[in-house]
């Protein structure tokens, strides 16, 4: 018994079974993205206007994941063009280039950008203590200035090892932090101006009362509902560039040569598939990446 | 099977061939082929069917006589479940681990795989002369995933603390903190397994979704063009597509809320949250009105989702059984197909109480009242099809004539609701448990048990006794009126929704219909005891049944044309489809049935 | 969806490879250079995206509609040209479509929603 279609394509459609049905998955996932971005507007948006965070993340680092990922995507249909062209060697290169910009997209993010974040720490001053930090938080010059924006996080590094166990000390009341530069020169313009690259963390040590913290924590998802949704969606989207990987991986494997000869044309139109639902992905980047980094 | 023709020729180097006999495992188990996995798909659904009745039997008893010890099942469950159930009386926690199970068994474990699972996978393939569904093995993935969340969702019942109990709607800040703290653990906590089971069931849920659609469109017969197409498969396609796009946002969500529960996350905590006398160790700065967006985005759609495989299922009964096509084809198909594409925008008719705007609220109120049109549309022409119509009131199709009053007390108690001022009133009432129910009761069951009975003959070659069938459906019918008529009028008298005492606190307002309670709880457990006849029916029959041959009902549709029960590929000729899907009493012709296939004019 | 015709020359009229694949060597060097032009344009556009927040549209509102419409013209290419949905006859676009107005409605609807509430 044999489902018709699996190869060859229906006339009247003009496609053969699995590309109507990644096509439908790819519509499911249009909705789950647009669910978790349309998350996103509704965090944002309503948020207290001016709290919002701004240049957190590595931007070089992101370009160069996003640079990374759009070569897979090339290199993806490459794959598929080889195997049409009944090229089984360069389908093989290509579809090996693909799983090497996939692993260092993940290892790059998993390896270097996660971590970067977790020790990065912020601390929410409370509203009554503002006054006690204002040389780090500078809300006299944000008033002035009229965007609206004001400041009540410190954020930057623990120095030592001992200022971490301070803080999470409940005995300890105080904790010492090495400052970014936003906080350790809040008054100066050019901390406000859009920057590519990362500004160089300040050699200012700052020591904080934890009484006067209403709310802190490393840059982790509970961090704030900016890192709850920016690892949310790109933790999502990580996953589907690992199952991606899977599978593409598996199409490396010597069942695949089998497949092939067996019926090439079913083979380049599994390809086909995978490579469809890789490109998804990298949709998915292309909008989050301006999002979370940029904007 | 080897010399089996093929429907169309098969296509270079295909795979295996069908001569080996399978074994009980790939036979019974992990079978990849529609007929087996829609009766996995209906035995599981029905059984928990069953057990969502139970927990509901269990909460009328609290309604009826609050805080008296059950009888017979209080013993057991108290020594069972001490905590909440001490000395057989239940706690307002456990009331409301019962509610919150109830509405998510019968729903997401219930009736979708009963009527999208079970009856699309079984019929459908069948009806457009298909050997299978387009992905068999996605198709066995699709109902494993389903049984691994069903057996999540009843295994949260024995983890400390209970079963979910913050709604089948799950609306934080309460699912957020609920189920959280000493006496419970950190993760196999009742709301937690909800929420992981949930993700599991949708994952089920959209594989199943590409199955159905891109079988009707890639699997037709030759012939069988889109306006040629039974009415059952254009009801299961749209009900495939709103899967499709209304499940992921709620995924989403049930992603974003373990990630409030588990990694301290505030994507639903609002700013100054104070749980227990303190605030909250989060952030803050989330929106609990997100997840309600997120939420009925998924459950309204899911709605129309309960009713369109039902309205499919009334579809086939009907013409059979008046022995006319359906009276306006075409416009049922347009209507279930604007629908499905309307039903995608009213979701906030939910939310009229969370304090919207105007403008919001005018868009809702209007997109609402719009999307009664095309149902309307279908039931007035499912009620004209009977007009003329040389009637056979076998059981299928008093069910299936049932629904139709009943789907309109349903459809037509919710058009007051669709408008913000009168929804003020009646929101969270039990005028909405009863508006609901009408349409899910004696709506979607009514039609479901329409449908076993009408199918029973094609899958094992026996019919279920008639008579016991309408001692089955008289007795459902009166029991549902007695349970749920009552409600609109409680309702509107000011009864809420979620009260585990059914109202005694509140008395003093509303004395005049209290003892309703008692009315609507007995209803209910005389419905059980018909339903014990229905499923004594339903196994006798199996073996006992009188037999048929292969189409008993003398029916047009494409299912009838195969053996029965029908083998592995369904067919033994090449199908091609002459006519349209109900071309009864044709004048001219020799019967008053011309089958789709049959070549003879 | 087509109300199609009687498929019932199915086996005579399949044909061998889509449209879109190229079977000799012209062809298929034409479109190694489609492939690799769209992915050049990809790589221009996120340097673009990068270096277009330096420059001040006037409110944020608007450097954030510039860099979307950066995103959305790389998208155009990658769907069009890399998913093939140029060559691509009706039936993929008869879904896609609702499926992007249904999204655009989760958003504009949350959005408005968001805006428009009762103000104490």
Known sequence: MEIPYTVKPRPDTGLWNA?????????????????????????????VPGTWPHGLLN??????????????????????????????????????????????????????????????????????????????????????????????????TFPTHEDHEAW???????????????????????????????????????????????????????????????????????????????????FMLPVSKRLY????????????????????????????FPIFYLF | MATQPQTQPAPAGHEHDDHHELGFWSKYVFSTDHKMIGIQYGLTALSFLLFGFILMMMMRWQLAYPGQTM???????????????????????FYNSLGAMHGTIMIFLGIVPLSFGAFGNYVMPLQIGAPDMAFPKLNMLSYWLYFVGGVSMLASFFVPGGAAKSGWTSYPPLANISDIGPGFHPFFNGQTLWLLAMVILIFSSLLGSVNFITTVVQLRAPGLTWMRLPFFCWAQLITAYLLLLAFPPLQAAGVMQTMDRLAGTSFFNPDGLIVAGQAAAVSGGGSPLLWQHLFWFLAHPEVYVLILPAIGIVTEVI?????????????????????????????????????????????????????????????????????????????????????????GIGGLTGLPLAFNALDLHLHDTYYIIGHFHYIVAPGTIFAVFAGIYYW??????????????????????????????????????????????????????????????????????????????????????????????????????????????????????PIKVYRGPYEYSVPGSKKDFSPQADPEV | MSDAHQPSDLSAAEKEHPVSVPHDAEHFHAHVKLYLGVGAALLLGTVVTVIVTQIHFGSEAMNIAVGLLVAAIKASLVILFFMHMKEEKGSIYQFMIPTTIIVAGLFLICALALVDHIKF
């Open chain 2, 71 to 93: 009888p017979v099942l209080g013993k057991i469950l108290g020594s069972a479940f001490p905590n909440q159930m001490p000395g057989g009386v239940m706690t307002p926690d």
């Open chain 2, 456 to 573: 029973f003959p094609k899958m094992t070659g026996r019919t279920m006794s008639d008579k016991l069938g309408k001692v089955h459906f008289w007795g459902s019918l009166v029991c549902m009126n007695v349970i749920f008529f009552p409600m609109l009028i409680q309702g509107m008298a000011g009864v809420h929704r979620r009260w585990y005492d059914g109202g005694v606190t509140y008395e003093q307002i509303i004395a005049p219909v209290l003892h309703w309670n008692a009315v609507m709880s007995w209803g209910a457990w005389v419905l059980g005891l018909f339903q014990l006849i229905f499923i004594f029916n339903l196994v006798w029959s199996i073996r006992k049944g009188r037999k048929v041959g292969d189409n008993p009902w003398d029916s047009t549709t494409l299912e009838w044309q195969t053996p029965t029960p029908p083998p592995h590929g369904n067919f033994t000729r």
């Open chain 1, 19 to 47: 590309k109507i049905g990644i096509w439908l998955f790819l519509a499911s996932e249009v909705m789950l993205f647009g669910g978790l971005f349309s998350a996103y507007v509704f965090l944002r948006f309503g948020a």
């Open chain 2, 319 to 407: 013409t059979n059984n008046t022995r006319k096509p359906i009276w306006a084809y075409k416009a049922m198909v347009f209507s279930v197909v604007v629908l499905g594409f309307l039903s995608m925008f009213v979701w906030a008719h939910h939310m009229f109480l969370t304090g919207m705007g105007t403008k919001v609220s005018a868009f809702f109120q209007t997109t609402t009242v719009m999307v009664s049109v095309p149902s309307v549309i279908i039931i007035t022409v499912l009620l004209i099809s009977l007009w003329g119509g040389s009637i056979r009131f076998n059981t299928p199709m008093l069910f299936a004539t049932a629904f139709i009053p009943m789907f």
């Open chain 1, 261 to 288: 000869e067996r019926d090439p044309e079913h083979m380049a139109n599994r390809i086909e598939v995978v490579g469809l639902f890789w490109h998804f992905v990298d949709l998915v980047w292309i909008f989050a």
């Open chain 1, 168 to 250: 999470e000390n409940p005995e300890a009341k105080e904790f010492r932090l090495r400052l970014d530069a936003v906080n350790a020169e809040p008054t100066n313009p050019d901390n406000y101006l859009p920057h590519i690259f990362p500004r160089p963390q300040s050699d200012k040590v700052v020591t904080i009362q934890k009484e006067d913290v209403r709310w802190g924590s490393f840059f982790v998802p509970r961090h704030s509902s900016y890192f709850a949704v920016y690892y949310t969606i790109t933790g999502l989207h990580g996953i589907h560039v690992l199952a991606g990987l899977i599978v593409f991986g598996y």
């Open chain 1, 59 to 156: 931007i070089p680092v992101g370009t160069l994941n996003t640079a990374i990922l759009i070569a897979s995507s090339v290199s993806v249909v490459f794959a598929w063009a080889a195997l049409k062209m009944r090229n089984f060697r360069r389908y093989q290169v290509f579809m090996g280039l693909t799983i090497l910009c996939g692993a260092i997209f993940l290892g790059i993010k998993l390896g270097y950008e996660w971590p970067a974040k977790f020790h990065h720490f912020g601390a929410y001053i409370n509203d009554d203590a503002l006054y006690k930090y204002e040389a780090y938080l500078g809300n006299e010059f944000l008033a002035e200035e009229g965007e609206g924006r004001r400041r009540t996080e410190i954020t930057g």
